[in-house]
C-alpha cells in the first residue's frame, strides 16, 4: 500500500489578518439606493487662478447651475458674471445708483444709462433696500464691457475710483462651459 502525503491548502481568504475574514463585507447597491444617489443634487468646485467656478448638477430634474466668481483681493472688490453680465462689488453698504464706470481708460460714462439694457435682458439688481437698491453692485453687460481688461469704477462724486482686472476671464469662461455651463442661462448670481 502506498501511503501518500496529504498537504492542507490554507484558503486565499484567510490570508493575512484572521479577523478580517469574520467582518461583514458590504454588499452590492441595490438599484434604489444607485436611483436615490443619481437623484441628489452634486457640487463641484474648480479653481482657475482668482475665479472659482461652482456646478451643482441635479440629479433629479437635470438642472445644472453654475456660478462665476473672481476672489475678493485687496486690491480690488469681487466680480461675478451670470445672464451675460458682470457684477462688480463696491461694498454692501456704497449706494451705486449714482456710479460712472470706464473700460480700459476709455471716457467714462454713466452706470444708468445702461439700466434699460439690462431689464430688457431681465437682469435683477442685487439689494433688497428700496434706499440702496443695487446692494452696492454694478452690474455691465458683456457686450459692453468687450474685450476690455481692466473696469474702473466710482461709486459716487465723494469716492474714489477703483480698479477691477479681468484678467484669465475667458479661460475660465471656456473651463466653465467644458465642465457642463454649455448654456448662458445656467449661471447665476444669486445666493443658493
Known amino acids: 500500500m502506498a501511503i501518500g502525503l496529504w498537504t492542507l491548502v490554507w484558503p486565499k481568504q484567510l490570508e493575512g489578518n484572521p479577523l478580517r475574514w469574520l467582518r461583514p463585507h458590504k ?13 441628489k443634487v452634486k457640487a463641484r468646485i474648480y479653481d482657475a487662478k482668482l475665479w472659482r467656478m461652482t456646478i451643482q448638477t441635479d440629479g433629479f430634474t437635470g438642472q445644472v447651475r453654475c456660478r462665476l466668481i473672481k476672489m475678493k483681493t485687496l486690491n480690488e472688490g469681487r466680480i461675478t458674471y451670470a445672464q451675460n453680465t458682470f457684477g ?12 460712472w464706470y470706464s473700460i480700459d481708460n476709455r471716457p467714462a460714462k454713466r452706470w444708468q444709462s445702461l439700466y434699460p439694457v439690462l431689464t430688457a435682458n ?23 464691457v468687450g474685450d476690455g481688461h481692466v473696469v474702473t469704477i ?39
Open 27 to 39: 454588499a452590492e447597491p441595490s438599484e434604489r439606493e444607485l436611483r436615490h444617489k443619481a437623484q
Open 122 to 144: 431681465r437682469v435683477p439688481l442685487e439689494g433688497a433696500s428700496l434706499e440702496n437698491p443695487t446692494g452696492g453692485v454694478v452690474l455691465l453687460p458683456e457686450a459692453e
Open 154 to 192: 466710482r461709486a459716487s462724486e465723494k469716492s474714489q475710483p477703483r480698479e477691477f482686472k479681468l484678467k484669465g476671464f475667458k479661460s475660465a469662461m471656456a473651463s466653465a462651459r467644458y465642465n457642463g455651463c454649455a448654456a448662458d442661462d445656467s449661471f447665476e448670481r444669486g445666493k443658493w
Open 88 to 99: 462688480f462689488e463696491m461694498g454692501e453698504d456704497v449706494n451705486t445708483l449714482n456710479a
